[in-house]
């Protein structure tokens, strides 16, 4: 049987729930649109898988958090889907595309044909099996991506209280993730090859606070190495760590968070591509013609620094989604809308820790604030300067208006005539402004 439909969004995660919204305040009729995902759930909000999901006390569950409650507006449960006239195909993978045909196959042997197709389908996990690390298939070694690993790991926190975990992996799902593991009172250890946690975007200043207050909590951490193999029990579970440093780590639970692929594999040859994703342009437009990529897998021009990238943070998934669903029914009847203009936007939350970041993390950086892990109310930041200008700012335990004032600075890029007095004004400054 062939399913025929106007728009096809693949992939049913941030970008399609917002996507979805957007299409119907755009007016899509019923039977136009459907939404075709791998997934057993409607589109969701994924940060809270390494955060709420994992609380020991009354964890985050679905529908609680489908999407858009993370931007604060309507939660979209299932039944939105159906009222909205929009389909649900869940638990199916596109398993082919054909982009000049316009045609989808799933596992299944379903067949989809659309007009437009909007190309969603997120990240995958980069697996240490991946790189050949031995015994890295024994049971309880988990990554997280989906709302099906969270609910083993969930499982496995249980079974193995007060047990060992080993959290392999120092960026932002290391992080939030061994503070949830700590939460449930495991014994973690994190370990991770830099010199300190989430380089990507952390100075050594802003990280030497977070392992600080990490080690406070009573998080271990070894950085310098990785691990190199696994140990396991007679049934097959993960007994110990082997790092490249020579130690050996116990471990009832391992988590490894050491980044994502964008899941584009099916469109290989088909649509051109760069920087690792789907080339489009500013309406998310991609080479093929009526085929839009959102999300994780778009690299899209970043108007403010008349660059390209590709983000694969939330906030950019829930406006490239809105964005181009504006732009595919826009162009319907002949029309177009306001070229995208994304100021980055990302964001963590661990213990009782919470930060945000705006712009671009390049040039020389000034630290305001009180960093001290050990301060009962922690409060500080660090603007990064280039060419004479604030183009970045990140804040810890900001206020609403401060971060409403950081995100203002990286947006209006502010000279700096004097470093000093911008370490010394602080958070001051970009309220000025
Ligand atoms: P996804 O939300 O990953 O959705 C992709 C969907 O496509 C999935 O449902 C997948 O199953 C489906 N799919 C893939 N291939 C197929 C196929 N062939 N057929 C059918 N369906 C398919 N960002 C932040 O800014 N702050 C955070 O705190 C934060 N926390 C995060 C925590 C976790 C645990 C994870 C995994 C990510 C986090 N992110 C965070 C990143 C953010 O969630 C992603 O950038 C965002 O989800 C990307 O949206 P997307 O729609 O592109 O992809």
Same mark, same amino acid.
């Given at each position: 049987?062939?399913?025929?439909?106007?728009?096809?969004?693949?992939?049913?995660?941030?970008?399609?729930?917002?996507?979805?919204?957007?299409?119907?305040?755009?007016?899509?009729?019923?039977?136009?649109?459907?939404?075709?995902?791998?997934?057993?759930?409607?589109? %969701?909000?994924?940060?809270?898988?390494?955060?709420?999901?994992?609380?020991?006390?009354?964890?985050?569950?679905?529908?609680?958090?489908?999407?858009?409650?993370?931007?604060?507006?309507?939660?979209?449960?299932?039944?939105?889907?159906?009222?909205?006239?929009?389909?649900?195909?869940?638990?199916?993978?596109?398993?082919?595309?054909?982009?000049?045909?316009?045609?989808?196959?799933?596992?299944?042997?379903?067949?989809?044909?659309?007009?437009?197709? &909007?190309?969603?389908?997120?990240?995958?996990?980069? #697996?240490?099996?991946?790189?050949?690390?031995?015994?890295?298939?024994?049971?309880?070694?988990?990554?997280?991506?989906?709302?099906?690993?969270?609910?083993?790991?969930?499982?496995?926190?249980?079974? #193995? #209280?007060?047990?060992?975990?080993?959290?392999?992996?120092?960026? %932002?799902?290391?992080?939030?993730?061994?503070?949830?593991?700590?939460?449930?009172?495991?014994?973690?250890?994190?370990?991770?090859?830099?010199?300190?946690?989430?380089?990507?975007?952390?100075?050594?200043?802003?990280?030497?606070?977070?392992?600080?207050?990490?080690?406070?909590?009573?998080?271990?951490?070894?950085?310098?190495?990785?691990?190199?193999?696994?140990?396991?029990?007679?049934?097959?579970?993960?007994?110990?760590?082997?790092?490249?440093?020579?130690? &050996?780590?116990?471990?009832?639970?391992?988590?490894?968070?050491?980044?994502?692929?964008?899941?584009?594999?099916?469109?290989?040859?088909? &649509?051109?591509?760069?920087?690792?994703?789907?080339?489009?342009?500013?309406?998310?437009?991609?080479?093929? %013609?009526?085929?839009?990529?959102?999300?994780?897998?778009?690299?899209?021009?970043?108007?403010?620094?008349?660059?390209?990238?590709?983000?694969?943070?939330?906030?950019?998934?829930?406006?490239?989604?809105?964005?181009?669903?504006?732009?595919?029914?826009?162009?319907?009847?002949?029309?177009?809308?306001?070229?995208?203009?994304?100021?980055?936007?990302?964001?963590?939350?661990?213990?009782?820790?919470?930060?945000?970041?705006?712009?671009?993390?390049?040039?020389?950086?000034?630290?305001?604030?009180?960093?001290?892990?050990?301060?009962?109310?922690?409060?500080?930041?660090?603007?990064?300067?280039?060419?004479?200008?604030?183009?970045?700012?990140?804040?810890?335990?900001?206020?609403?208006?401060?971060?409403?004032?950081?995100?203002?600075?990286?947006?209006?890029?502010?000279?700096?005539?004097?470093?000093?007095?911008?370490?010394?004004?602080?958070?001051?400054?970009?309220?000025?402004?």
């Amino acid at each position: 049987m062939v399913h025929s439909y106007k728009y096809i969004i693949v992939g049913g995660g941030v970008s399609a729930g917002y996507a979805a919204r957007e299409f119907v305040k755009q007016g899509v009729k019923h039977g136009e649109l459907a939404i075709i995902s791998k997934e057993a759930v409607a589109p %969701y909000e994924r940060p809270a898988l390494s955060k709420a999901y994992l609380f020991p006390e009354s964890p985050a569950r679905l529908p609680g958090f489908h999407t858009c409650v993370g931007s604060g507006g309507e939660r979209l449960l299932p039944e939105w889907y159906s009222e909205k006239g929009i389909d649900l195909y869940l638990n199916t993978e596109i398993v082919s595309a054909d982009l000049a045909a316009k045609f989808l196959k799933s596992a299944k042997g379903e067949h989809f044909d659309f007009q437009t197709l &909007v190309i969603a389908t997120g990240s995958a996990v980069i #697996k240490l099996s991946d790189f050949g690390v031995q015994g890295a298939g024994a049971k309880n070694i988990f990554y997280l991506r989906e709302v099906d690993d969270a609910d083993k790991l969930y499982e496995a926190i249980k079974a #193995k #209280k007060n047990g060992k975990a080993v959290v392999v992996g120092g960026g %932002y799902i290391g992080l939030e993730l061994s503070a949830v593991l700590k939460l449930n009172n495991l014994d973690v250890t994190m370990v991770y090859p830099e010199p300190w946690c989430m380089p990507r975007l952390f100075t050594k200043e802003i990280a030497a606070f977070y392992e600080g207050y990490y080690s406070n909590k009573g998080v271990n951490i070894i950085k310098g190495t990785v691990a190199v193999g696994f140990t396991t029990n007679s049934d097959g579970e993960v007994k110990e760590v082997e790092l490249k440093d020579g130690r &050996v780590l116990e471990a009832d639970i391992v988590v490894v968070g050491v980044g994502g692929r964008p899941q584009i594999s099916l469109f290989k040859g088909q &649509v051109e591509e760069q920087n690792g994703g789907i080339k489009t342009d500013a309406f998310f437009k991609t080479s093929a %013609y009526d085929v839009y990529a959102v999300g994780d897998v778009a690299t899209f021009p970043l108007k403010l620094y008349n660059d390209v990238r590709r983000v694969e943070h939330v906030d950019h998934a829930r406006k490239s989604a809105e964005q181009a669903a504006k732009a595919i029914i826009a162009a319907d009847v002949g029309q177009s809308v306001e070229e995208y203009d994304y100021l980055p936007y990302f964001y963590s939350r661990s213990f009782d820790l919470s930060w945000q970041f705006y712009g671009d993390n390049v040039g020389e950086t000034v630290l305001f604030g009180d960093n001290d892990p050990a301060s009962s109310k922690p409060n500080f930041g660090t603007y990064w300067i280039k060419e004479g200008k604030v183009v970045g700012a990140f804040l810890e335990g900001g206020t609403p208006d401060e971060y409403k004032a950081i995100a203002k600075v990286a947006r209006v890029k502010p000279a700096v005539e004097d470093v000093n007095q911008l370490a010394k004004e602080g958070i001051s400054f970009a309220s000025k402004i």
